[in-house]
């Protein structure tokens, strides 16, 4: 191993990445859940039995101290689980087909992947940024690395790791993306394990045969027989979205410093590189955890000097990197109090009324950490590029911060001058994208503000912090507001109506006034018992409802009752749902349906001026052939009494006809029965009316009836819509 | 049409029964036949819109009422196509800025260009000139306002312009010094009331004086809104009696709830609640410089006189930030807390006094 590594001109990185399990820098805990998934397919994999077991056994073989650490809670918690998924999975997978690692980079989330491979028995394929990633070429990838079996010697089944699936392109070029293959691989093989489920565990000595020779079905859905990892940075970002429902979701955290300034001591041990324990610590410190980053700037800085001195090290300007931080931490680190140890014994040693001099000291070192804390945010703060989502995910919050402020002068502060100074540079960028950039820096320090009024000890968990979603909600929602409100003014009939009404007025008092307008005090419902007075309310609201293109339309609820709803449905718009709800007036039914009526008699009116307006020439042709509205509906017959163009004596000379008529239609519907059985179709109604017609034009006859089965409710008569009118 | 605001809308000078004097002056303007650029300006629903149409028609006769809606595309500078409606007839032309937000220079620039490059075709117009009027002038861009002062003055002989706003405020001085200004004040109480008498006659109802007094009064001045007032009442109700209740809008009704609530319990969680109430209110359109007074007025009737002053204070120095910024809800929910530490601080010194 030394020797390889005294090889000069190799990455240090490279030449001092882990090369096995247990010199894996970083969270132990977390190394021991990834290994114990992968562990988990080895039943699928290798037809090994207890997973669990085996780890043990693994690890028991090196014979390192960590072994006594072994067994606790969460492997316990995590054997539980497996007996869970065991039982329903028949080849003992885990229960979330992929796993996928986070965190930032230079934690050693690739290393660890490769590792634990390693450790498994597993020779891990890389697709990486690198590679063409296309959904097609998965799709393959993932056959080949489940299906076949390496003819080289080495024997080891494959584990794939996804590296950098967070970089993976999200356009939609193809029909599927990267992500959604892999999802979709994912939920295939959920279905199928279900239903082999239900089917027994007939064919399961098959199955675990042919996995041992290799090879996979040809028919069928595939399912996933070897273990994928996939590693991200950014486990929020938003391609991932439906990756992270599916996998099972591990975040690795950067290691401490101490973790990181040990490792870093031995490789200055390995490289003869004299660097004392301080220097090694900042430079951990700095690196927030990258120890990637630690180890090339060990390698650099130190060429041809053998002795680095803690000022040099500190000197470096490469020291501290920029760190983007998940948006989550960011507010995090906003709202949580700095060394809230000190904080607390600073709480403490007031009640104890201690010695002034402790309490001083303490206070000290209190205000101290408050700068370097407040120094670190702000840097934090820089490496931001959506300050306007930070800022709302504060302003939406910020109240519910548990925070010690009982004159609440302190939040007044805030939303009086931090709110109002970030509000106004914001405007000032956004207005001038030429040169509002100079502006930008001043964008930290409202949300510096922020930290000292709102933070507290737990951080987020002291207050309930939710993702900021109501701007944006508000936003869509009184952009589809002032949408209908422009489509709604511009639909009018009166063309200037726009011109005259515009937005404001429609929604401070246009709308409500109109929603007052229709809906009227009508209590009668019976056009007839009207009196004056609410026949000219009426028909206000007719020619309302006509001028403004407003209409009363049926449909059935989902109780299968029958209502009227106004079209386009204005009264949705002025709905409030916070705090005892307005009263309002409803219409009862019956008088929208009685508006609704009257108001298809005016459209039907204008449009039938319309109509002789536009082709006078044509007239006489629409009084000869065309326009004879039939007047079966009782809405018309109830027109039709009311002006009752139809002349008696007509009327009573004709029903001599219909008798006779009435009698030799009877016969024809009976031919029609016994030949088509028409009369259960229900096309048959058209048929009768079209046979009715003919009959009357071959008898020149001008009243008649429809002979439905045997009941008729109208006498027929053509009737030209403009003598209604 | 239907509604009778528009109606029983006044289509010539003569027919204006309110503000005679302005009648007057108008009406001398057009019987000599031409007229100056020309900045309305008067809060909303006192006249100005109707007085400009009068006007139009007292210059151009009954055929300036006939007009049309056309969709013009402009381009933008950042190629973007613009859609914005413009209402014209053959001697007029109306546009809205606000329809293309930031970018209203171009439309100012081409659209007015145009016309005012092609001169009057028709032998027989009444004028030689076109107008071009201007909804809402104030929502103008300083940009485009520049761009407006030159045009104003280079085609001076086939244009006039005739802006129409609620203040002057955001005119820049140039345009206003080339303007005849006309201020259309709010009608006041005792003409707003004879409107609607008028109006009561016209549509064949009975109204009495005290009930138009009060509608009057609760319309806040606004023409438009009292006659609106009016019809509700009128469908809603059987008669008008002395007592009844006049229909609010709902938001309004809302905001007095909130404003209800703010005066009886101080507390962030106040705050929360009220911010979701004025989230809602925004959601709905209500523009947040009205919401704002409305609140302000509401706390202001409802408060000690001690500290009326500091609110309205208060509240004029929101105002202002709303038109600076535009996060909106940031301005009114501080005016929520600041409200609040106020009148906490006047509580809490008026325990201490006594």
């Not at chain 1, 001591?265 to 324990?277: A, I, S, T």
Request: aromatic share 8%; glycine share 4%.
């Amino acid at each position: 191993m030394s020797l390889k590594r005294n090889v000069g001109g190799k990455l240090w990185t490279e030449k001092y990445k882990p090369t096995h399990f247990l010199n894996l820098v970083g969270n132990d805990r977390i190394n021991r859940v990834v290994l114990q998934w992968v562990k988990h397919w080895d039943y699928c994999v290798f037809g090994k039995e207890n997973a669990a077991a085996s780890i043990k056994k693994s690890l028991k073989e090196q014979k390192r101290p960590q072994t006594s650490r072994f067994g606790n809670n969460v492997f316990k918690t995590k054997n539980n689980e497996n007996s869970k998924t065991q039982y329903e999975d028949r080849l003992k997978r885990p229960f979330k087909k992929i796993l996928l690692l986070s965190g930032p980079p230079g934690v050693g989330k690739t290393t660890l992947a490769n590792i634990v491979a390693k450790q498994s028995g597993y020779k891990a394929m890389e697709i990486n940024a690198s590679d063409d990633r296309t959904a097609s070429k998965i799709k393959g990838q993932i056959l080949a690395v489940t299906g076949n079996q390496s003819i080289t010697e080495d024997q080891s089944p494959r584990l794939l790791v996804i590296d950098e699936i967070d970089g993976v392109s999200t356009s939609r070029s193809n029909d599927e993306s990267f992500i959604s293959v892999l999802v979709k691989l994912v939920n295939e093989d959920n279905s199928i394990s279900l239903k082999k489920i239900n089917e027994g565990g007939q064919d399961h000595e098959d199955n675990h045969n042919s996995q041992k020779l290799g090879k996979t079905k040809k028919k069928g859905p595939k399912t996933i027989r070897r273990p994928i990892i996939c590693i991200c940075n950014d486990l929020y970002t938003p391609s991932l979205y439906a990756l992270r429902e599916v996998a099972m979701v591990i975040q690795v955290h950067p290691p401490t410093t101490e973790q990181i300034a040990r490792h870093l001591k031995y490789v200055c041990n390995e490289e003869n590189l004299k660097v004392d324990d301080w220097g090694l610590t900042t430079l951990a410190k700095n690196s927030g955890g990258d120890i990637r980053l630690c180890l090339n700037l060990l390698q650099f800085s130190g060429h041809g000097d053998k002795n680095l001195s803690t000022e040099k090290l500190n000197s470096i300007s490469l020291g501290s990197k920029d760190m983007q931080m998940p948006i989550f931490s960011v507010w995090d680190s906003i709202f949580t109090q700095p060394n809230s140890k000190n904080f607390r014994k600073f709480i403490n040693s007031k009640f104890n009324r201690s010695t002034a001099g402790k309490y001083m000291a303490i206070l000290e070192s209190f205000l101290v950490n408050y700068a370097e804390y407040s120094q670190y945010l702000y840097n934090t703060l820089k490496n931001v590029d959506d300050y306007d989502k930070i800022m709302q995910g504060c302003f939406e919050n910020y109240l519910k911060m548990n925070t010690r402020d009982l004159s609440h002068s302190k939040l007044s502060e805030i939303s009086e001058i931090w709110l109002y100074f970030y509000d106004t540079i914001n405007n000032f960028i956004s207005k001038s994208p030429s040169n509002g950039y100079v502006l930008f820096g001043y964008l930290i320090y409202p949300l510096m503000a922020f930290h000292r009024v709102c933070m507290n000890p737990l951080g987020l968990d002291g207050g309930d912090f939710t993702f900021p979603s109501t701007d944006n909600m508000v936003n869509s929602k009184s952009k589809a507001f002032s949408t209908n409100a422009e489509q709604f003014l511009s639909q009018t009939q009166d063309q200037s109506f726009k011109a005259r009404w515009n937005k404001n007025i429609f929604s401070t008092y246009l709308l409500d006034y109109i929603l007052r307008i229709l809906s009227p005090n009508l209590t009668v419902t019976n056009i007839e018992l009207f009196n004056h007075d609410m026949k000219k309310k009426l028909s206000h609201i007719v020619t309302v409802m006509y001028g403004l293109n407003l209409s009363f339309v049926q449909n059935k609820t989902e109780e299968g009752i029958y209502i009227f709803e106004l079209q386009p449905p204005l009264d949705k718009m002025t709905s409030y749902s916070i705090q005892n709800p307005i009263q309002k007036p409803v219409l009862k039914y019956q008088v929208k349906m009685l508006i609704s009526h009257e108001l298809d008699i005016v459209k039907m009116k204008q449009t039938s001026h319309a109509i002789l307006d536009n082709n006078p020439s044509e007239r006489p042709d629409i009084t000869n052939k065309q326009q004879h509205i039939f007047l079966s509906d009782t809405r018309f017959s109830n027109a039709l009494k009311n002006k009752n163009d139809v002349e008696p004596k007509e009327v009573h000379k004709r029903t001599s006809n219909v008798k006779e008529f009435f009698s030799t239609k009877k016969n024809d519907v009976a031919k029609d029965e016994g030949s088509s059985n028409l009369a259960a179709n229900p096309d048959s109604k058209g048929f009768t009316d079209t046979k009715t017609s003919n009959d009357v034009s071959e008898k020149e006859a001008n009243v008649w009836f429809q002979y439905n089965e045997g009941y008729s409710n109208a006498v027929r008569h053509p009737v030209i819509i403009r003598d209604l009118l | 049409m239907a509604l009778w605001v528009d109606k029983d809308r006044p289509n010539t000078l003569d027919k204006l029964s309110h503000h005679p004097e302005l009648t007057k002056h108008l009406k001398k303007m057009a019987i000599t036949g031409d007229i100056p650029h020309m900045l309305f300006y008067g809060p909303e629903g006192a006249g100005k819109k109707t007085r400009i149409n009068a006007l139009l028609r007292q210059i151009f006769g009954p055929s300036a009422e006939k007009i049309k809606i056309d969709q013009r595309t402009f381009q933008t500078p950042s190629n973007r196509s613009l859609e914005i409606n413009v209402i014209s007839s053959n001697y007029h032309i109306e546009i809205n800025p606000s329809d293309a937000g930031i970018y209203d220079r171009v439309v100012v620039q081409e659209l007015i260009k145009e016309i005012a490059q092609t001169q009057q075709v028709n032998v027989n117009a009444p004028r030689k000139f076109k107008v071009v009027i201007i909804h809402e002038a104030e929502s103008l861009t300083k940009v485009a306002q520049h761009a407006l002062r030159r045009t104003m003055e280079k085609y001076m002989r086939n244009l006039r312009i005739i802006m129409c706003c609620s203040s002057t405020g955001n005119i820049i001085l140039p345009l206003q010094s080339r303007c005849l200004l006309v201020r259309v004040p709010a009608p006041g109480l005792g003409q707003i009331s004879q409107v609607l008498m008028d109006v009561a006659q016209k549509e064949n109802i009975q109204l009495t004086d005290s009930v138009a007094h009060k509608m009057a009064l609760a319309s806040n001045q606004n023409l438009r809104r009292a006659i609106l007032m009016l019809e509700a009442a009128y469908v809603t109700n059987c008669q008008f009696q002395e007592n009844m209740e006049l229909p609010l809008p709902d938001w309004e009704i809302v905001i007095k709830n909130l404003g209800k609530t703010l005066l009886n319990s101080q507390s962030p969680m106040v705050v929360m609640q009220s911010r979701s109430v004025l989230y809602e209110l925004l959601t709905h359109c209500i523009p947040p410089s009205t919401i704002l007074k409305k609140l302000a007025f509401y706390l202001v009737e409802h408060v000690d006189e001690a500290i009326k002053p500091e609110i309205v204070f208060q509240a004029a120095i929101y105002e202002e930030r709303l038109r600076q910024g535009q996060k909106a809800i940031f301005h009114l929910e501080a005016f929520v807390a600041k409200f609040q530490s106020l009148y906490t601080r006047f509580l809490l010194d008026l325990v201490i006094d006594f």
